[in-house]
């Protein structure tokens, strides 16, 4: 687990015009080891054949996240972001969402309870997620589910090394789990108006710069 934090001046003015607004977390990434069946494999083959006699379009918005994925691999942003194929679930993808669930609803956990009470909120949100299609596709056996789930308890037992929830310095966070927006429009006008988003697992206030934000992002992965 990586806590990254950065710091943003003009909090209220940056915070109105990136319009923030409560969302639900969801996660990609280009370097995800997936299993694909025989199945999942004609699924993809029978949607691609579709996808390719269609007219590819600019993308009407971006994410960091696109991005990335672009510059990685172009072809696996056009199966991914464009063509938008279907992908198996993956343990390195359900992992981050779980985790970044149980961090985001920890807020909702008096303050006093919270280290205590982590690692049973984790197993809830698994607990909600969990059902045996998913849980077949993804494990081989129960001690497999059972590894995967050590595993992120220990990436919780990292987040609470790095940061104590139960006093932060700033206080409660001001936002979690936000939507940020902006448009880049050339002033040439070469290409389209382009909407830029992202998530943002969570917003601080400063305790050291006056009129500033700590945006806080939580790495499950490899920081990038």
């Known amino acids: 687990m990586v806590l990254i934090v950065g710091t943003v001046r003009g909090a209220l003015v940056g915070l109105r015009e990136t319009r923030l607004t409560a969302g639900r977390l969801r996660s990609s990434d280009a370097a995800l ?16 054949a579709i996808k390719r006699k269609m007219k590819l379009e600019m993308p009407k918005r971006l994410s960091p996240t696109a991005v990335t994925a672009f510059r990685e691999c172009p072809q696996s942003y056009l199966f991914r972001n464009l063509w938008k194929l279907p992908e198996p679930p993956s343990k390195v993808l359900e992992k981050g969402i779980v985790v970044h669930d149980t961090l985001d609803k920890m807020f909702e956990i008096p303050p006093a309870e919270r280290r205590e009470r982590l690692h049973d ?18 494990f081989a056996s129960r001690d497999e589910e059972r590894e995967w789930g050590l595993e992120c308890l220990h990436l919780l037992d990292n987040y609470l090394a790095m940061e104590n929830p139960e006093l932060l310095p700033a206080g409660e966070p001001l936002a979690r789990e936000a939507w ?21 697992d969570r917003i601080d206030s400063c305790v050291d710069e006056e009129d500033s934000l700590a945006i806080i992002d939580y790495k499950t992965g490899r920081a990038s």
């Open 33 to 48: 080891a997936m299993q694909f069946t025989q199945k999942d494999l004609q699924d993809v083959a029978a949607a691609a």
């Open 121 to 138: 909120t984790l197993r809830d949100v698994w607990r909600a997620r969990r059902n045996q299609a998913l849980v077949e596709s993804l």
């Open 180 to 200: 940020a927006s902006a448009t880049l429009a050339p002033a040439d006008g070469a290409v389209p108006e382009l909407n830029m988003v992202g998530r943002i």
